[in-house]
């Protein structure tokens, strides 16, 4: 199996993923406010958003470990393989079992109380307590489920994921609709994973025994090894907490939690937009480190030109013709009617068009963020970035404790766009270093995108000031033609003609 078509199976296990994150996001969401209220929706997303940190205990283990075994099996290191595979799956079990132990302390803390939650304190304790063990099972989960990278096998971890996050899905939506109490519901998702924990062990004695996980070895001096090399991807999973996290902890404080709720919504809208993009540039992770394993950097050139192209493209037809849509989104998701006045700080009617003209500039940023972001990550070329991404955003959320007390929810999308923008420039140039021994990064597309994406912001931010109180059809005709514009303009300006005669040449000939 070639390249084109271990990523085109990847790509397939990804969509799938996508797509049932996409309509958990879409389902759960509107149901949840209609039969909890959206005060009571604002408080699970903090208590839901208050223990992703301790994804972080993993310490990049997972992440680091998954793709150094793959390096190794590639290049016939059979020994050393078994033996850090062993020593990293018992260091993990330590942390989980000890953070297990530890975090009982939750049941004397006043959770109602210092989080100003309406739900009992009982019940936040336990709401909490099983959300982090859900958390902590996630680190075991997405050790084992990464397995299946060591032998060119990405696809099928990727839909052990899918399966696992389709069961939690389903059943918070099934306590959901029997209105059971936050604990309920996080005991249910806790359920859901570790069936799909167990189905994944079967599925790795079944489908590759020559890499069934083992207790057996144990190399203490690789501990040191390990841990510094993943300490720095713990980084990277502390960025998500400081990033997704604690801006929620933020407005909940300074803004209240109708404002979290809106705001979620918001950022859910284009973060289905980018969960889109990233299926493309997360289906090309295996085939990026198993290209680093067998030193084909001709080929990794190739796929980071080729790839860039096509995301580029998609990043600006995505996210602008998703802005244009977001009036009837909104409307139709939440009944609620979307209302375009004057730019103000509070997302108060669910749209306001500013802070969402906002989230679609940051949602671009972003989206050439990961890409650049996906060499560095599945290279183990990360140390500098994880550096750059841990200051950066801790620095953001320091500072929006003023822009968020002074300019709410948009002194905080301001803030965080400037970040983003500043790890991109930065992103740009260790891309150029780990290509420098090849060929030198051409910046030529990042300029297009960044010019394309303005001139797009301007025009749709003028055109929904006039269309978003017209009749839903209507906004949705206007949405299609600015699409097929965009589109049009994009594949032009990124010359992604010359991309899909390519991949399609191979595939022809693969099947010819």
């Known amino acids: ?27 759960v969401p509107p149901i949840f406010i209609y039969l909890y209220g959206l005060a009571a929706y604002g408080e699970w997303l903090v208590l839901s958003g208050s223990v992703t940190a301790l994804g972080m205990l993993n ?36 942390v989980v079992a000890a953070a297990a132990v530890l975090l009982l302390i939750f049941f004397v803390i006043p959770f109602d109380v210092r989080l100003k939650l309406h739900i009992s304190r009982s019940a936040a304790q336990w709401t909490l307590y099983l959300l982090a063990l859900q958390v902590l099972f996630m680190i075991l989960f997405g050790y084992l489920s990464g397995i299946f990278m060591g032998v060119a096998l990405a696809h099928r971890g990727a839909h052990w994921n899918n399966a696992q996050a389709l069961a939690s899905s389903g059943g918070l939506l099934a ?17 859901c994973l570790l069936i799909c924990s167990m189905g994944v062990l079967i599925d790795l004695r079944r489908t590759a025994p020559q890499v069934f996980p083992s ?33 929620s902890l933020l407005l909940n404080l300074f803004v209240g939690p109708e404002a979290v709720a809106a705001f979620g919504l918001m950022r859910t809208i284009f973060s289905m937009c980018r969960q889109v993009l990233a299926m493309f540039t997360q ?13 084909d950097w001709p080929a990794l050139s190739q796929l980071y030109d ?27 998701w939440v009944h609620k009617k979307a209302v375009a006045g004057a730019p103000h700080h509070n997302v108060s009617d669910l749209f306001s068009l500013y802070p969402y003209v906002l989230s679609s500039a940051l949602s671009i940023v972003i989206s050439l963020k990961e890409h650049k972001f996906q060499f560095q990550f599945s290279t183990n070329t990360h140390i500098e970035l994880a550096k750059i991404m841990f200051l950066s955003y801790l620095a953001m959320d320091i500072v929006s404790v003023g822009t968020i007390r002074y300019g709410g929810v948009t002194g905080f999308l301001w803030t965080w766009l400037a970040i983003e923008t500043l790890q991109v420039v930065r992103l740009v140039g ?29 025009a749709t931010f003028a055109v929904l000031r006039h269309s978003a109180t017209l009749p839903l059809i209507t906004q949705a005709l206007i949405s299609v033609l600015a699409a097929l514009v965009i589109g049009g303009i994009s594949w032009q300006v990124f010359r992604v003609r010359e991309v899909f005669s390519s991949m399609m040449g191979r595939f022809t000939k693969r099947f010819a």
């Open 175 to 191: 306590g959901v609709l029997f209105h059971a109490p936050f604990p309920a519901l996080a005991g249910i998702q806790l359920a």
């Open 215 to 247: 207790l057996r070895y144990w190399d203490g001096p690789a501990v040191r090894d390990i841990l510094k090399g993943s300490g720095y991807f713990g980084l990277i999973e502390m960025s998500t907490f400081l990033t997704y996290s604690a801006p």
């Open 1 to 27: 199996m070639g390249p084109f078509q271990r990523i085109l199976k990847n790509l397939g296990a990804m969509f799938a993923g996508k797509l049932i994150s996409i309509i958990q996001q879409v389902i």
């Open 306 to 332: 080729y790839s860039e192209r096509l995301v580029f493209f998609l990043i600006s037809l995505i996210n602008l013709s998703v802005l244009m849509l977001s009036p009837v989104i909104i409307t139709l």
């Open 283 to 295: 289906s090309m992770g295996p085939e990026i480190t198993n290209l680093v394993g067998r030193r």
């Open 430 to 458: 260790l891309n150029q270093k780990l290509f420098a021994h090849i060929q030198k990064i051409d910046t030529v597309y990042i300029t297009r995108l960044a010019v394309l994406s303005l001139a797009g912001l301007f």
């Open 59 to 94: 310490f990049g283990v997972q992440t680091y470990m998954n793709q150094d075994l793959a390096v190794r099996f590639q290049r016939g290191e059979t020994q050393g393989y078994h033996i850090r595979q062993s020593t990293a799956l018992r260091l993990l079990l330590g």
